[in-house]
Nanobody
Framework: QVRLVESGGGLVQPGGSLTLSCAAS????????MSWYRQSPGKERELVGT????????NTADSAKGRFTISRDNAKSTVYLQMNNLKPEDTAIYYC????????WGQGTQVTVST
């Protein structure tokens, strides 16, 4: 059974930082490209960024460029999202997605940026 479990969310003040983790099990992790998405209330789920299966290439959305960094540790079957200089508009549920022959989603972790 494939599982993707996000963690690391929480409440942070504007300008603060958080690192999200997504631990995968039940799949050959180093075959999968991994992505982070987010969804705010009343909005569609949007792509935050993607990292290729070997971690050689990353792409981030314009809204995240310069602030968010995606990385992965294939030995730990885990992908990370380092978020710096957080803004209230970054408040959302953050999801990880694994893509190869099939697509799998995690359950999400809440990030709230507020004073």
């Amino acid at each position: 059974q494939v599982r993707l479990v996000e963690s690391g969310g929480g409440l942070v003040q504007p300008g603060g930082s958080l690192t999200l983790s997504c631990a995968a099990s039940g799949l050959i992790f180093n075959l999968y490209a991994m992505s982070w998405y987010r969804q705010s209330p009343g909005k569609e789920r949007e792509l935050v960024g993607t990292i290729t299966s070997r971690g050689t290439t990353t792409n981030t959305a314009d809204s995240a460029k310069g602030r968010f960094t995606i990385s992965r540790d294939n030995a730990k079957s885990t992908v990370y999202l380092q978020m710096n200089n957080l803004k209230p508009e970054d408040t959302a549920i953050y999801y990880c997605k694994a893509t190869f022959a099939q697509i799998y989603w995690g359950q999400g972790t809440q990030v709230t940026v507020s004073t």
